[in-house]
């Protein structure tokens, strides 16, 4: 019985793993439009608005960063359960 109980902990850490990942990539292309926003250079840009591109675009990175390690330490889990 307990094998089943560490099967299923285990799939749920891997949907969990892979989840967290897909999180981060899609942050990471959100935060990645947001600079790019930034640094090109197109007509007039109000200041207020580069300053809102910038924080967006550090909190979408900040965050993509938060669910890598998410998903780092899940898979070091997985990697103990599996040993």
């Given at each position: 019985m307990s094998i089943v109980k560490d099967s299923n902990a285990g799939k749920m850490?891997?949907?969990?793993?892979i989840?967290?990942?897909r999180f981060a990539v899609v942050l990471l292309a959100v935060g990645s439009f947001f600079y790019l926003g930034v640094i090109i250079?197109?007509?007039?840009?109000v200041?207020?608005?580069l300053y809102m591109m910038m924080c967006s675009s550090?909190?979408?990175l900040a965050g993509s960063i938060y669910?890598?390690?998410?998903?780092?330490?899940?898979?070091?889990?997985l990697d103990?359960?599996?040993?």
């Open positions: 850490l891997e949907e969990k793993m989840d967290y990942k250079p197109s007509g007039e840009k200041l207020i608005d550090m909190l979408f669910f890598f390690t998410l998903s780092k330490q899940i898979k070091t889990k103990d359960i599996n040993e």
